[in-house]
């Protein structure tokens, strides 16, 4: 606008300055055109020139005029972890306690059942139901033997002054008798059962047999009694078989010195 108002007075003081001189030269006509010119130019100085105003973004709401707070949350905004609650199917559960290795699944009864024994660590008596239904479902798709044995140990003489040997001491002797493939086990009775996988009637006497010379080259003498039961020479199922052995095992005790005997074939 400046520039605009500096130009017309400029054109305004020559044109001043040429009417002045062509009234002096005798030109009318060059002076009635220089006077239009400085008309012109005081004309447009004393228009003024529009201003365009700095186009400025829209004014953002104040939220604390407004009465309520915006909905939403620039994405560069520090956010703070602790004010996000967590969802509810990730809330973090308390930890259970580690479960008794010792113990199977309650049953219907609501009482659990021993899988091992804990003075042995050898199977229990309910594992060993469990354990013997399946090894014999399995000789029976393979057509191969499977014996079970159960013995009873005293430290010493069989007479009247004889007591059960360690628990432990026995349970050591079969472990490192038995495969790795067989089951042994310690009955709620206090006997050891043996479950042979793959062995007829003559390799669980002499299973049994190697067990009882453990005992005795390690700890002195003992005197053992042991029934053997085979499938299917002696039984066709578990309970079949759990009688012949048991048996067999009455049988053995009636002699007064380590004995193992063999259940009768029907």
Known sequence: MLHSKFLAVIVGALSLALGLWTVLAGIPALGMAAGIVGLIA???ALVPTPTTAPTSAPATADPARAGTAPDRRR?????????????????????????????APEDGAGAPEL???????LFSEAYLRVALDSRLASARRHLRPVALAILEVTEGMPDDMAVDAPAER??????????????????DDGTFAVILEDTPENGAVWTVERIRRNLVSRFGHHTLWAGVACYPAHAFDSPE???????????????NQDRIEVAAAE
Request: with cysteine.
């Open 170 to 187: 026995v349970a050591e002797a079969i472990r490192e008798t038995v495969r790795e493939a067989d089951i042994a086990c310690r009955m």
């Open 42 to 44: 005081g004309l447009i």
């Open 115 to 121: 899988l091992t024994d804990p003075d042995t660590e």
């Open 75 to 103: 994405t560069d905004d520090p956010v703070d972890l602790s004010q996000i609650a967590e969802p509810a199917d990730r809330a973090t559960v308390p930890a259970s306690e580690p479960p008794d290795r010792h113990r």
């Open 241 to 255: 078989l759990m009688t012949q052995v048991r048996n067999a095992l009455a049988a053995a005790k009636e002699w």
